[in-house]
């Protein structure tokens, strides 16, 4: 472990303080549900399926009881009175479900009320425990082939058409790489809806689908298999529907998603309401199903400047880390996320960069961390950006990353070639074999650039923190504190789909999620 | 005028004349010699000679990457190469943000949404949206624009009334959908809002879409138009010449690299 730099007790703090901040948020998390959180219900019954035109049955359910004013006791609630009708599948079930007139919708007697409760339960149990025995052959197969040791290299592939992702994903594997992540079509996280089957198209990468999670996911068990060596996979929870996109991962035995508690509110500009009690439910799903989670700090500093704004990466880590833990995360799937990103006109950036790397494995010693490349200043040079990715590869092994994302010398210019991906793994694998334990060999002096510089940003992370804590997290991310990016509670996209919950609410997944 | 004289020239490598290029590419078949020899011979097809295959990796199973070298013997009058006067080039996001700094002095307040019907922000979100597409920042990225994003569904009149209400310099307009023509009929109604408004020939109109070029954007009445494939980053390169065209900060018949045409 690179320097104390800051005290333990200091670290505590900052801990105490992340907590004070989200309690108020928990209020609100308890109070409200979503139609996405409603839609991952059902699509824990099995509604996986898609009606007309392609628009899932979880919607078409969920549309029909929100319409009907009868949502806010919970999907799982009208799902067993479908049952009660007489439906024998969950086709079925929606079937009659959205045929029946509102005022048929009425509360039955007590008794038949708990009834339906106890059996919609021991249908839920059923559900869970198929979804536990799918993660558990996943975990078996992981067991057999181990992964090479970390940081655990990973690449993106995003050629619009899963069935060409796989033949990337395969070569990038038999090239090196440990995990591979398939990036989502623009614009997939506003969709209020998860698109249904394989698809072959899409624009600037490919949507995320459940089948083209398990299409993606049998093809890396094959390579796998043949490699002798596990590869992960991972995709974006991120967007409309967090907690949907987590489910169908955990169901396809993903290893890894993207899921940040506050990405969508900065940077895709939905509702603040509906991203916190949507993360909350996809971070119990990801707690149950061993899913690394990856937090994107990596991209305040694409907005905001990298050097000025270190200390907001650090606050809002902590920030991160405490919405995870309460949703049952532990720190082995913590991917917290930070980046290479400083100027590289800077003097002494690699000391810069050094000492952040060193700062964040310090506050968070058991976390596996997620190291992004650089991004922002990268130049269509291919030969300068190539050496400059490579020393954010000598940084992820010094600082014991336990992910790091690939950077590709023709970053400014295309999603990568094939031969971009094996060129970076190639000098990748030789930066971590020539420098492993290099952390051990030298001790980063006390009163020097690293440490001073790692002192001034914690500082200046106890400010934020301190103020998100006086003033409350809505008025700082009102502020402008995270990635530079200002907005409103009320504001943003999806808040239409926040309900609050009726004093009967019923979510029997919930409740087994949060007692697991 | 007099034709400048003759400038033949080629590439150079480590002499004068030598015809050096260096190339990479990758092969979809598995390393071996025979692959080898495929990609010399495909780089004698593009008319390459002394060609070295300095690199051969095994990049997966059935590809195989190359480095090469090789000279050309192709050479030209550099003395004949007619450039369009391109006075300025497009600039970058730092050099945009720093250029605005300098030239305007103030943020460049922009305004934008889907107007109409139209349910599909996927446009206006990519211009618009600190992410932006392609890995082209979105104009709320630039510190020194200050852009709003209205989303989608919005009256033209609302999208009016609210950049009046923060001085706008430019207000974006995004039409997807294009059934019936109906992207062309909201898009002139919205003029005749703007004219209305008194803002039209004042504050910058652009139209944006799949269906939207620089021309028809004109003849609907708007200052430019955006098609498909725009980057955040071009539309704001325009706004930015077009706003110190305005203030006679920069000549009228001034033009730069990428402008709508």
């Known amino acids: ?516 | 005028m007099v034709k400048p004289s003759k400038q033949i020239i080629r590439p150079y490598g480590d002499r004068r004349d030598d015809g050096v290029v260096q190339l990479s590419f990758t092969l979809p078949v598995p390393l071996s010699e025979k692959a080898k020899e495929a990609a010399a011979v495909f780089t004698k097809k593009m008319g390459f000679t002394d060609v070295k295959v300095a690199a051969a990796e095994r990049a997966a199973d059935n590809y195989t990457f190359f480095v090469i070298y090789a000279r050309s013997g192709m050479y030209l009058d550099y003395a004949e190469i007619d450039v369009p006067e391109v006075i300025v080039k497009k600039m970058s996001f730092d050099d945009l943000n720093a250029f605005i700094k300098e030239k305007v002095g103030r943020r460049i307040v922009v305004f934008g949404a889907c107007t109409g019907t139209d349910t599909h922000t996927v446009g206006i979100d990519a211009i618009l949206n600190m992410k932006g597409y392609a890995g082209d920042y979105g104009l709320e990225r630039y510190p020194w624009f200050e852009a709003f994003n209205l989303g989608s569904q919005v009256p033209n009149e609302e999208l009016i009334k609210k950049a009046l209400a923060k001085n706008a310099d430019a207000i974006l307009v995004s039409q997807v959908v294009t059934q019936r023509d109906v992207h062309k009929d909201n898009s002139r109604q919205f003029i005749e809002v703007a004219k209305a408004a008194g803002i039209h020939g004042k504050v910058q109109l652009l139209l944006g879409g799949p269906r939207v070029d620089h021309k028809l954007a004109l003849e609907l009445g708007f200052d430019a138009g955006f098609g498909p494939g725009t980057k955040p980053s071009d539309v704001a390169n325009y706004i930015v010449h077009a706003l110190l065209k305005k203030q006679g900060k920069e000549p009228q018949d001034m033009h730069y690299q990428g402008e709508p045409k």
């Open chain 1, 1 to 516: 472990m690179p320097g104390p730099f800051i005290e333990d007790a200091q670290i505590e703090h900052a801990r105490k303080l992340a907590e004070e901040i989200v309690n108020p948020i928990f209020d609100l998390i308890r109070r409200n549900t979503t139609v996405s959180t409603e839609r991952t219900v059902l699509r824990f019954f099995g509604i996986s399926g898609a009606g007309a035109r392609g628009v899932p049955l979880a919607n078409l359910m969920v549309d029909k009881l929100k319409a009907a004013g009868v949502l806010n006791k919970g999907a799982a609630y009208w799902y067993g009175r479908a049952l009660q009708l007489g439906a024998r599948s969950p086709l079925e079930a929606v079937e009659r479900l959205t045929a029946l007139p509102t005022d048929k919708l009425g509360p039955l007697s007590p008794e038949q009320e708990h009834t339906l409760r106890e059996e919609v339960r021991a249908e839920a149990r059923a559900a869970m425990d198929d979804l536990k025995a799918r993660i558990a052959q996943r975990n078996a197969l992981r067991e057999q082939f181990p992964m090479s040791p970390a940081p655990h290299k990973y690449v993106i592939v995003a050629t619009g058409n899963i069935y060409d992702d796989v033949d990337q994903a395969r070569a990038a594997a038999q090239a090196g790489a440990d995990v591979i992540a398939v990036i989502r079509s623009t614009a997939q996280s506003l969709l209020d809806y998860v698109p249904h089957g394989a698809t072959t198209e899409g624009y600037g990468g490919t949507y995320a689908t459940q089948e083209n999670f398990r299409i993606m996911r049998e093809a890396l068990d094959d390579e796998s298999r043949k490699l002798k060596r596990y590869i992960q996979l991972t995709n974006y929870s991120s967007g409309l529907c967090m907690s949907e996109i987590a489910f169908c991962a955990a169901y396809e035995k993903l290893d890894m998603l993207l899921n940040d508690a506050m990405y969508g509110i900065l940077f895709r500009d939905i509702n603040m309401r509906r991203t916190f009690i949507d993360q909350y439910f996809s971070r119990r799903i990801c707690a149950l199903a061993g899913i690394i989670i990856n937090t994107g700090e990596d991209n305040y500093i694409t907005t905001a400047d990298a050097y000025d704004a270190a200390h907001t990466v650090i606050a809002s880590q902590f920030i991160n880390e405490c919405f995870a833990k309460r949703a049952g995360l532990k720190d082995w799937q913590l991917g917290i996320g930070h980046s290479y990103e400083i100027d590289p006109y800077r003097d002494d950036t690699l000391l810069l960069e050094l000492s952040q790397a060193m700062l964040v494995r310090r506050c968070f010693p058991d976390a596996p961390l997620k190291y992004m490349p650089p991004t922002k200043h990268k130049e269509t040079d291919i030969f300068f950006s190539h050496a400059y990715d490579v020393m954010a590869d000598l940084v992820a092994i010094w600082t014991r990353q336990g992910i790091q994302l690939l950077g590709m010398m023709t970053e400014a210019m295309h999603t990568p070639l094939l031969a971009d991906r094996y060129v970076a793994l190639k000098s990748a694998s030789y930066i971590h074999r020539a420098a492993r334990g290099i952390d051990e060999e030298f001790t980063v002096r006390e009163d020097g650039k690293i440490a001073n510089r790692a002192r001034e940003v914690f500082g200046k992370a106890m400010q934020l923190l301190q103020e998100c804590r006086d003033e409350g997290m809505v008025a700082a991310i009102g502020k402008g504190h995270f990635g530079d990016v200002k907005r409103s509670e009320t504001g943003g996209k999806g808040l239409d789909g926040v309900l609050e919950k009726a004093p009967d609410y019923f979510n029997p997944f919930l409740e087994l999620l949060e007692a697991a």
